[in-house]
């Protein structure tokens, strides 16, 4: 069956499966869908009003040196093995005129974002600065979100048990930091700020640079941006299985967590 088909499936048949629960649930906090933060209208769960954050990545400054990825990790407190961003390398070409190529990886923090309407508990949300959080002191570990994610930038952290993934280090930006990956990046390729911003420098790279975003077609509308895209980049990342998967397959993990459903008519 096709991945997206799969996908589809899994996430009609997981709202479904939720949708029963909450009616037989004895515990209605669970499913209040309220967040006692931003109910309180805590500035860390509403953002900073008016602005629109972004980040631009100049791919002809990403060097794959991994500072971002080391720096991500240690800020975030990201258990081993797991990343919220990462740049893979890659070769592309054909002999002899073969080249490497980097590719950073991280949340788009989409502005019409999956993940956000599939979450059963509201622990997924977008802030008023578009930045795309998850609460894990509501977030009970379902994967919903991680399966309605397009770009795959979603896990269950090993440790927490909840999801996981990269927030813009909105806990940075909150006291006007930059976040980690972007104030180590050794090549100046990241760059973050606020498109609503005129002087800021991602409006005037957008005012100078063409740019493209991953996968335009899941219609997300993904707020990170690249310049310098190779569209060979993206070809290869395509071809490449999501590991996770992969493992769990074999380790035949996906048919404990998932409930498999019976075929039509079957």
């Known amino acids: 069956m096709p991945k997206e088909k799969s996908r589809r499936d899994f996430i009609k048949k997981g709202i479904a499966s939720t949708a029963v629960a909450m009616v037989a649930a004895s515990d209605a906090n669970a499913f209040s869908l309220k967040i006692p933060g931003r109910d309180k209208d805590d500035p860390k769960y509403i953002g900073q009003k008016g602005k629109h954050f972004v980040m631009v990545i100049d791919l002809r400054k990403c060097i794959g040196c991994q500072a971002c990825t080391a720096a991500c990790m240690v800020e975030n407190q990201v258990p081993k093995g797991q990343h919220r961003t990462y740049v893979p390398e890659m070769e592309i070409g054909e002999f002899p005129d073969v080249r490497k190529g980097f590719l950073p990886q991280l949340c788009n923090h989409c502005d019409e974002p999956s993940c956000v309407s599939v979450c059963p508990t509201g622990a997924t949300f977008k802030r008023e600065d578009g930045i795309v959080v998850v609460d894990n002191t509501v977030c009970w570990g379902c994967g919903y979100c991680v399966e309605a994610c397009p770009y795959d930038k979603r896990f269950i952290n090993t440790e927490t048990k909840v999801v996981d993934k990269c927030n813009f280090c909105a806990q940075r930006v ?93």
């Open 174 to 266: 909150d006291k006007g930091l930059l976040p980690a990956c972007v104030e180590t990046c050794v090549g100046g390729a990241r760059i973050f700020g606020d498109l609503n911003d005129k002087n800021s420098e991602v409006s005037k790279l957008f005012n100078t640079y063409s740019h493209d975003v991953l996968k335009p077609e899941q219609g997300n509308k993904p707020q990170v941006f690249y310049i310098g895209l190779d569209d060979r980049l993206v070809e290869v990342l395509d071809a490449t299985p999501v590991l996770d998967d992969w493992v769990r397959s074999k380790l035949k993990i996906l048919e404990k967590e998932w409930v498999i459903y019976p075929e039509k008519g079957v």
